[in-house]
């Protein structure tokens, strides 16, 4: 909570699998983010955002086992219309949270934390870069176009596996 915003990284952006294969899309922030700290990075709403990425993810994951149980979840939280990019994060990982897809002991800091200091994994390091997890295939909606295609947004694994996402993730850590 305590560092500046850094451009091009998983902090307001995300990917999933479409018809057409793999999607970006961002979270739309006001001008002056630059050098600003992360608690005070605004979104944008000039533009009907919401909407639009509703309409992507939908059209990914329609079809998918878990859709119609998470979905209206989803629409509710990129529907908040949150004010600072911080706060919107951290209702999504609540909501994992409270799904078991996350750890519910994520740390909310005062201050600035040194990576020396942390323990377990920190993401700092790999701001806009491929975590460096082997992940093993599961069933998505576009495999049979594409394979299986790592490194996608939570969404999938929660559209496609639902609460077997959970031990799907533990396996990972094992």
């Given at each position: 909570m305590n560092e500046n915003f850094q451009k091009r990284t998983i902090r307001n952006r995300a990917q999933v699998s479409g018809a057409n294969g793999k999607l970006v899309f961002s979270v739309p922030l006001c001008k002056g983010k630059s050098r600003l700290p992360i608690t005070k990075v605004t979104i944008s709403y000039d533009e009907p955002w919401p909407g639009h990425h509703l309409s992507i993810i939908q059209s990914a994951y329609g079809s998918a086992p878990y859709f119609d149980y998470y979905f209206p979840q989803v629409e509710r939280i990129l529907k908040s219309r949150k004010k600072y990019l911080l706060d919107l994060n951290f209702e999504i990982l609540d909501f994992l949270g409270s799904l078991g897809y996350a750890p519910l002991h994520v740390r909310r800091t005062t201050s600035y934390c040194q990576a020396t200091d942390v323990k377990g994994l920190d993401l700092r390091k790999y701001s806009g870069k491929e975590i460096p997890i082997n992940l093993?295939?599961?069933?998505?909606?576009?495999?049979?176009?594409?394979g299986f295609i790592p490194d996608?947004?939570?969404?999938?694994?929660?559209?496609?596996?639902?609460?077997?996402?959970?031990?799907?993730?533990?396996s990972i850590r094992s």
């Open positions: 093993p295939a599961y069933d998505q909606v576009f495999e049979y176009k594409y996608l947004s939570i969404l999938d694994l929660l559209f496609n596996l639902g609460p077997e996402g959970q031990g799907y993730l533990r």
